[in-house]
DNA sequence: CAAGATTTGTGAATATTATAGCAATAAATT
DNA sequence: AATTTATTGCTATAATATTCACAAATCTTG
């Protein structure tokens, strides 16, 4: 093993590792290997060898790896061995799906709070929570330590938005607004836009 | 201009380039260059310049691009001059909040069919649209001529109704099930799982 | 317990991707 | 109209990423 800079495109292999590495685990399956992990993920068995490599040893000659043994590893090399408390800013159909989603707690996050400067909104419940004023984002985010944020507002209100999570000590959001946001560089920052991927497809069909 | 086979890696980048030149637009930009689109998307403008000319000559020398000619001709390239017709699978939350969405028509797409097999959900209305049974999914589906999708079903339904979807001639799924479908070579796939990418970020993260 | 079958971790070889740099061209300026 | 400035498209180069292939270690089988 070496401890040089690992590249961003290996880390962001790990988390779908883990993914189908938590799927085994529910199928009872104790041990695998590389080419089993290729195949379910369309990667070749050498290349997850060499991306796991570069963290240390976790398999064994003849044998592969131990599911839970490398599930836990990966926990610990991703940061996801506790739950990431995450804001959602915006109540909207995207806000709603969000914080009832129930995939999020053994994947290593909760939703905790959820945001909206919609009167009409302010104040209804969610699930278990009740939207709260955006107006109050800064001050109640700061107080709850909270770091990760989903922001599902508008397009027009997105980088207003983003600034405020910022200040309120959020270092990491994924955003569903299509735009590319303006942040400090020390933001780490990810974006979903279902447009994107679909127009990747187009360009393949017919 | 060569017509080699193009990069996958750079198909993926020409979705994001269009993103970009249409807010241009809005903002009233005629003309632009590779060092203002890289800026904006945090990429280098030779990469750019190298994308694009996989495709052909679009600049001018001393000025830059067209931001109305590089509009048409992504779509062309990204097929998406027409709106793809789209079939949503799943009427929860995420089903609801995407067939409400109005972000899909000036991007080449428009949601056409939801369906769900929730008795308690079919025959409802979601803003245009009454929800239908997945047991007719497949010829209504192939009778409408529909071939994109996306797939908001829970992940225990998806690798099923994608089959379903793949017989009644859909070739481009977006999938937001969280496991890696099954699927003939020749169909597009393309996932979103929030869960990988905020992992990706906490890797990061202290 | 020896022989054969597996499977890892990794250095070396290949393949792919990104960047640098510049001739060519167009526009702006004097 | 000559000079300067801007910017493309593309070739050459550099940097990254992937695959190959094999020694070493472990398990399986007769």
């Given at each position: 093993m070496e401890t040089k800079k690992i590249p961003d495109i290996v880390?962001?292999?790990?988390?779908?590792?883990?993914?189908?590495?938590?799927?085994?685990?529910?199928?009872?399956?104790?041990?695998?290997?590389?080419?089993?992990?290729?195949?379910?993920?369309?990667?070749?068995?050498?290349?997850?060898?060499?991306?796991?490599?570069?963290?240390?040893?976790?398999?064994?000659?003849?044998?592969?790896?131990?599911?839970?043994?490398?599930?836990?590893?990966?926990?610990?090399?991703?940061?996801?061995?506790?739950?990431?408390?995450?804001?959602?800013?915006?109540?909207?159909?995207?806000?709603?799906a969000l914080a009832h989603y129930q995939g999020f707690t053994n994947r290593g996050f909760q939703v905790s709070m959820v945001f909206d400067n919609d009167p009409r909104l302010i104040g209804k419940q969610i699930g278990a929570f009740t939207v709260q004023d955006t107006a109050d984002l800064i001050d109640k985010v700061r107080a709850a330590e909270i770091h990760v944020a989903m922001l599902t507002v508008p397009a027009s209100a997105a980088q207003k938005v983003a600034e405020e999570l910022v200040k309120a000590g959020v270092t990491a959001i994924l955003s569903y607004a299509p735009i590319v946001l303006n942040l400090p560089h020390n933001i780490q920052v990810q974006y979903i836009d279902p447009i994107l991927q679909l127009q990747h497809m187009t360009y393949y069909l017919e």
């Open positions: 880390v962001a292999r790990l988390p779908r590792y883990l993914q189908v590495l938590q799927h085994m685990k529910q199928e009872k399956l104790v041990t695998t290997n590389s080419k089993v992990l290729g195949d379910r993920l369309g990667i070749s068995a050498a290349q997850i060898r060499k991306d796991l490599s570069q963290f240390g040893e976790f398999g064994k000659q003849g044998t592969g790896y131990s599911v839970d043994f490398l599930i836990n590893t990966l926990r610990v090399i991703l940061n996801v061995t506790d739950a990431w408390k995450i804001v959602v800013v915006g109540a909207g159909d995207l806000g709603h």
